[in-house]
Structure formats: structure tokens, C-alpha cells
């Protein structure tokens, strides 16, 4: 099946910095990621679409200045956690769907483990 | 609102006895519902994919049901395995985006030996 690969895996930072999220298609392009975030023991939210070439679509409830997307590339999508506070420690992950593909599922990179101290 | 949901938070099983989930939706009808395996800290895997016109649909040792009168889906792994423990997910796609999926709540699946 296609790849997503998401970098870095885990990454710790300090209170009011920001931290950038890359995710990329490998063997294939997308229009369209989507980036999630899951808090422990709960399921993965939808935070945004990310569409190349223009603006993000934010879910009800997610700040767009504090939560930047940036899909330059039909194979790089970049989410940045602006001036991060220990409420945004949590699980992102991003997915992708082939557009070439046969099927209708969604390939998910492995996930960024975000700690704010 | 539309709403997808799995009851059972966590299953506990004994290897080689076939383990059932459930995924309920309500309010909408899905044209598809789908299923995927979450190892902790780790993106979700698809597994599988159902329709509404299917009234199931198997892979290997898995299995799923689609039941648009009961509006549930049943997903079962036969002869299951230690390894099959993991977090497993119902989810439908939402609009024209196929990638844009609503999850259930996921329930824990623990296979012991």
C-alpha cells in the first residue's frame, strides 16, 4: 500500500515555542492530507485539511493562527504549533489518500508524539 | 448530528476464540464504513472496507458485517491471536473526501494466551 511518513516521531519543546510537523507521501500525490489529533485513550480528532496550493480547512474549534498548515508540495504538508503550552501535548498524526488508488482508505503516517514542558 | 460509535471500550478474549466488535452509527447512512488497527503510538492501519450494498466482506481471519437496518457494523477476527491485541477503529468518511474520516471511540482488543 501507499506511505505517509510523518517526522519527527516524538519531540519535546518549552512553553511558547513552536514546533513544525512534516508529513509526506512517498509513492504517491496528494492533493488532500489531513492532519488529527489524539488524546490519550480517546480517538483521533480531525483538526484540518490540508489542501496543496491553497488555504487549510479548520474543523470547528481549531485556532488556524495557532495550528499553521502549509501544503507547498503534492508531497509535503507541514503543520507548525505556534507558541506551544502544555495543552497541546498530544498525538498528531497525518493521512493521506492514493488518488491513483483502487480503494477508498486512508494511509496515516506514524504519528508525532508532542511533549510542551 | 451524525454519530458513530463503539460501545465496548475494551474486550478481553482468549486466544483462539473469535473476538467481536461493534460499530454503531446514527442519524445518517453511511455509503461505507471502515475499519482499522491502532498499535499504541502508532497511526491507525486499514483493514478493511465494507458498503452498504455488502452485506460482508472477509479478509484472511477477519471479518465484517454491515447492517443498514440494525445500523451497525460487526467486525470479527477468528482464532485470534495475542498479536491481534490493539486498539481497533470504525470510521466513515465524511462529504466528498474520502481521507476525511470521523472515528469511533476505538475499543481495546487484549487476546490472552
Known amino acids: 500500500g501507499a506511505v505517509v511518513s510523518q517526522h519527527p516521531s516524538w519531540v519535546i519543546c518549552k512553553s511558547g515555542t513552536s514546533v513544525k510537523i512534516e508529513c509526506r507521501s512517498l509513492?504517491?500525490?496528494?492533493?488532500?492530507m489531513f492532519w488529527y489529533r489524539q488524546f490519550p485513550k480517546q480517538s483521533l480528532m480531525l483538526m484540518a485539511t490540508?489542501?496543496?496550493?491553497?488555504?487549510?480547512?479548520?474543523e470547528q474549534g481549531v485556532e488556524k493562527d495557532k495550528f499553521l498548515i502549509n501544503h507547498a508540495s503534492l508531497t509535503l504538508s507541514t503543520l507548525t504549533v505556534t507558541s506551544a503550552h502544555p495543552e497541546d501535548s498530544s498525538f498528531y498524526i497525518c493521512?493521506?489518500?492514493?488518488?491513483?488508488?483502487?480503494?477508498?482508505?486512508?494511509?496515516f503516517g506514524q504519528g508525532t508524539r508532542l511533549t510542551v514542558v | 448530528s451524525q454519530k458513530i460509535e463503539q460501545n465496548s471500550e475494551a474486550l478481553n478474549i482468549q486466544e483462539g476464540k473469535t473476538a467481536t466488535l461493534t460499530c454503531n452509527y446514527t442519524?445518517?447512512?453511511?455509503?461505507?464504513l471502515q475499519w482499522y488497527r491502532q498499535d499504541p503510538g502508532r497511526g491507525p492501519v486499514f483493514l478493511l472496507l465494507?458498503?452498504?450494498?455488502?452485506k460482508e466482506k472477509r479478509k484472511e481471519r477477519l471479518k465484517v458485517t454491515f447492517d443498514t437496518t440494525l445500523k451497525q457494523s460487526l467486525f470479527h477476527i477468528t482464532a485470534s491471536q495475542p498479536a491481534d491485541s490493539a486498539t481497533y477503529l470504525c470510521?466513515?468518511?465524511?462529504?466528498?473526501?474520502?481521507?476525511?474520516?470521523?472515528f469511533g471511540q476505538g475499543t481495546i482488543l487484549t487476546v490472552h494466551p
Open positions: 493521512s493521506a489518500r492514493d488518488p491513483q488508488g483502487l480503494n477508498t482508505e486512508a494511509f
Open positions: 509513492d504517491f500525490q496528494a492533493t488532500t
Open positions: 490540508s489542501n496543496e496550493g491553497s488555504k487549510a480547512t479548520y
Open positions: 442519524n445518517y447512512s453511511p455509503a461505507y
Open positions: 465494507i458498503r452498504e450494498n455488502e
Open positions: 470510521a466513515q468518511a465524511g462529504g466528498t473526501s474520502y481521507g476525511k474520516l470521523t
